[in-house]
């Protein structure tokens, strides 16, 4: 049976017709109109900024075969014409969670594969199609689609020859990962890494590991749980869900009870390599010890699926990284490493300690300072202070750091810690990054200079490289640091 007919979404859906319409099939489903090709549903969302109801004239004049909206006054008093078909539903979100539910079970030929953790869910899932695509075909996740919405449309964009799709599962608070996992089934279940994240919704790092392991209850029997060996709480509590799914537990990391073990691990500006096992040596270009064990995931995932290491091996050397994932870019004659996706406090403190790595390798050019821009770690709750404090004092510790800038509230704790021991001549603090503030922070850069970029997503500190390019070819010049800003 056609998953994409009139009558098949109507029952998967329930709701009442507000007219028929007349396409007998339809090709997938689309939430945006500026993307929607025809014949195509258009599921009207409510987001924060902009309601789909919105645009269901322009869902129509796209070629529309079917809307599903939960607002009938969104329509006109003429409706949309035969052509088109209208389903309302209560709620637009629910189903389309609903439908991705319905079509993953379509997909029986499919390894479904669901990547969770605190840190580094996108770039494994990166990872994990590169080791898998030498030797099967597949889809995953477009960019971070990690949500009650990116997860669904990941799903429906799957075809049903594809031999593996990989969906990336996030949260921000607790309840947030079940219905995820119980749309996706997944044959094979990643958590990368367990932090500090989200804990003015998730309370505490038990809270954390409460939320990741509920990925692990949507596993299909016989599934496979890969686990971060680094974090034995989590494997611990683990085991009794994945026994009640009759699966096993395949383990990574540097831990010596690690099934795949990374006994040595080297980084550079040009990547990692690292070594599992003491037997099989592979290399990624994106630098980081934390990227050796999303490495390392991937490696389980590939062997579960049956993939030869050879194809692993090219697979990964020749992988590409995330955007705004330790990225290199250059401006102006700065060198950057963009980490400025996202940010809480293991992830800043990897971040730093790569950077640190890469420095000393000398990346930076003759005469170039390296520099660290870190923003704000947002929704850490009762912990802020003390994880921005702890992350000062890891930059006190850096004496290859030439000027350290901190921007935001928070980050002023760490900026006391870090002029403690660096001095005031090597320390600036901003407030924020609003208004004229990149650019100010762009003149406490020069041409040679090796900067890191990390906060979290709402510090924007891609604004200070956006800065920095906007004064090309123009070449900047040196700028005293200056005290804080705050």
Aim: with cysteine; aromatic share 4%.
């Amino acid at each position: 049976m056609n998953f994409w007919t009139m009558e098949n979404l109507k029952a998967l859906l329930g709701g009442g017709w507000l007219a028929r319409g007349d396409a007998p099939e339809l090709s997938g489903l689309s939430i945006d109109t500026r993307t929607l090709r025809p014949r195509q549903v258009f599921l009207a969302l409510k987001g924060e900024r902009t309601d789909g109801h919105a645009y269901l004239a322009d869902a129509v004049a796209a070629g529309a075969g079917l809307l599903v909206i939960d607002d009938a006054r969104a329509m006109p008093a003429g409706g949309f014409g035969r052509a088109v078909g209208v389903i309302q539903v209560a709620n637009t979100g629910a189903a389309l969670l609903k439908l991705g539910a319905a079509y993953r079970r379509t997909l029986e030929n499919t390894r479904v594969i669901a990547v969770g953790g605190s840190n580094g869910k996108t770039t494994t899932v990166r990872l994990v199609h590169a080791a898998l695509t030498g030797s099967l075909r597949g889809s995953h996740s477009p960019k971070s689609f990690n949500n009650a919405v990116g997860v669904p449309l990941t799903l429906l964009a799957a075809k049903r020859t594809d031999q593996y799709l990989i969906c990336e599962v996030g949260t921000n608070a607790p309840g947030e990962i079940a219905p995820l996992a119980e749309a996706i089934e997944p044959d094979v279940a990643v958590i990368t890494s367990i932090g500090r994240e989200h804990l003015e919704g998730l309370g505490s790092l038990e809270g954390v590991i409460r939320e990741e392991v509920t990925l692990l209850k949507g596993l299909r029997e016989g599934g496979v749980a890969v686990l971060n060996a680094d974090a034995p709480r989590l494997v611990e509590a683990a085991r009794p869900i994945v026994a009640a799914q009759k699966g096993t537990i395949l383990t990574f990391g540097f831990s010596d009870a690690a099934d795949l073990r990374i006994t040595r691990c080297g980084v550079s500006g040009r990547g990692t390599e690292f070594t599992l096992n003491d037997r099989h040596e592979l290399r990624l270009p994106i630098p980081g010890t934390h990227n050796a064990t999303n490495g390392a995931a991937a490696v389980a995932v590939a062997r579960r699926l049956g993939v030869d290491h050879a194809v692993i091996e090219a697979g990964l050397a020749g992988a590409s990284g995330a955007p705004m994932r330790m990225e290199r870019e250059d401006a102006a004659g700065v060198r950057f490493v963009n980490d400025a996706y996202n940010a809480n406090p293991e992830s800043m403190l990897a971040a730093i300690e790569t950077f640190g790595a890469i420095a000393r390798g000398g990346d930076s050019a003759a005469g170039g300072r390296v520099v660290v821009m870190l923003g704000d770690m947002l929704e850490l709750g009762e912990q802020s202070a003390g994880a921005h404090r702890e992350v000062g004092r890891a930059v006190a510790g850096c004496g290859w750091i030439d000027l350290a800038v901190f921007v935001g509230p928070m980050m002023g704790l760490a900026s006391d810690e870090a002029r403690a021991a660096l001095g005031e001549k090597r320390v600036a603090a901003l407030a924020n990054l609003d208004g004229e503030r990149p650019s100010r922070a762009a003149e406490l850069l020069r041409a040679g200079d090796l900067v890191l970029l990390k906060g979290s997503r709402g510090t924007g500190m891609e604004r200070v490289l956006d800065a920095v390019r906007a004064r090309e070819p123009a070449r900047l010049e040196p700028k005293p640091a200056g005290g804080p800003d705050r």
